[in-house]
């Protein structure tokens, strides 16, 4: 959850907006150590800081999966 916003009771357009702005907050990676990833559902705001670090502990499961299939991809 992202400040108890709960992913698995949104609706579609509510995940595009937080989608969106993931994404927007994700390309800001490249210049900044933290970012600020902010969207509003319904009529409440939310925000929240991540760390380039946290980021990348929360992906690097991921990462290595996706590391090891196109390894043996090739």
């Given at each position: 959850s992202m400040n108890g916003l709960?992913?698995?009771t949104m609706d579609n357009l509510s995940l595009m907006q937080l989608?969106?702005?993931c994404e927007r907050?994700?390309?800001e990676f490249s210049?900044?150590?933290s970012i600020t990833v902010s969207c509003v559902?319904?009529?409440i705001p939310y925000t929240s800081?991540?760390?380039l670090d946290a980021y990348r502990q929360a992906c690097g499961e991921?990462?290595?999966k996706?590391?090891?299939r196109c390894a043996t991809a090739r």
């Open positions: 709960m992913i698995e989608y969106k702005a907050g994700k390309c210049t900044r150590d559902i319904g009529d800081v991540i760390s991921l990462l290595e996706l590391k090891g």
